[in-house]
C-alpha cells in the first residue's frame, strides 16, 4: 500500500507563488509516472504536470511557463512550483502516482484571491 502526504497549499495573491509537496511512503515501489492533477468547483479533475523517471514532463498549456514540477527519487517525494498565480488556478489540487494503479493524495486547497 502506498500512501502519501501532500502539503504547501494555501491563500496567495494573483502573481504570487506557492510550491506544493509529495512524499510518498509504503511498501517498496516503482511510482512512475508522479504528477500532479487540480479539481475547480463544478470541474473535472484535469492534468497539471507529470514527469516520468526519464525526466519527460507534460505541463497542461494553462500552467506552461508558470508552473514546475521536479521529483527527487531519494526522497521519494515531488513537488510543483507555482508561479504568477492566477485566479483561475485556485482548485484542489491532488498529487499522484502510477505503480500498475494509480494512487491519490488526499487534496490541497489552493486558493488564489486578491
Known amino acids: 500500500q502506498v500512501q502519501f502526504v501532500e502539503s504547501g497549499g494555501g491563500l496567495v495573491q494573483p502573481g504570487g507563488s506557492l510550491r506544493l509537496s509529495c512524499a510518498a511512503s509504503?511498501?517498496?515501489?516503482?511510482?512512475?509516472?508522479v504528477g500532479w492533477y487540480r479539481q475547480a468547483p463544478g470541474k473535472q479533475r484535469e492534468l497539471v504536470a507529470r514527469?516520468?523517471?526519464?525526466?519527460?514532463?507534460t505541463y497542461a498549456s494553462s500552467v506552461k511557463g508558470r508552473f514546475t514540477i521536479s521529483r527527487d527519487n531519494a526522497k521519494n517525494s515531488w513537488y510543483l512550483q507555482m508561479n504568477s498565480l492566477k485566479p483561475e488556478d485556485t482548485a484542489v489540487y491532488y498529487c499522484?502516482?502510477?505503480?500498475?494503479?494509480?494512487?491519490w493524495g488526499q487534496g490541497t486547497q489552493v486558493t488564489v484571491s486578491s
Open positions: 499522484y502516482a502510477r505503480s500498475g494503479i494509480l494512487y
Open positions: 509504503g511498501s517498496s515501489f516503482n511510482l512512475n509516472p
Open positions: 514527469i516520468w523517471s526519464d525526466d519527460t514532463i
